[in-house]
């Protein structure tokens, strides 16, 4: 995991999932398997909050999949990536949905000021952990993940085979 840029609000895993609980409600996808997160980031997150805007940057002008900046509110997607995730690629779709974390959850955070001494964090404080945890959730929600097997769980949501094992392990936490 990298190096957090910046210490995010104490958040638990029940915490999150009570909190994506209410962001998929709020979307009118509370029981989708197979959500279309492009209509959460050009429609959703736009309508909630009126200061985010997205943007998708050339391949060549971007080294990270995708980055959001909370001093901005601003995410920035590579084009690569964003066209993978339309095309169904799972690990994109993850990456987005992570991206979807950061930008409910760390809206307006001070970020770290650099070249200060490493810090260490708990997870429950490390907006990336937090940022994990919501994708999973966002993707795979617990309610609908039920009594599934892992392969189950992969195929139903469209998620990698990392993924829908840490969410098997997860949704039984
Ligand atoms: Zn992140």
Known sequence: MSQPHFVANPMSRRDIRSYVFLIRNLFHVSDEENIDIFNLIEVGLS??????SYLIVPEHKMYEY?????????????????EAALN????????????????????????LARGGAPVSIPAFKDPEWQANEFAGELLAPTHLIGNLSQTEIML??????EAAKHRYNNSKK
Request: charged share 30%; aromatic share 12%; glycine share 6%.
């Open 156 to 161: 139903k949501f469209n998620l990698s085979r």
């Open 88 to 111: 169904g690629n799972p690990r994109h779709r993850f990456t987005l949905a992570h991206e979807i974390g950061h930008v409910c959850l760390h809206r307006g955070i001070k970020r």
């Open 66 to 82: 995708a980055l959001f900046l909370p001093e901005l509110n601003e995410l920035r997607i590579r084009e690569d990536v964003y």
């Open 47 to 52: 309508e909630a909050f009126e200061d985010f």
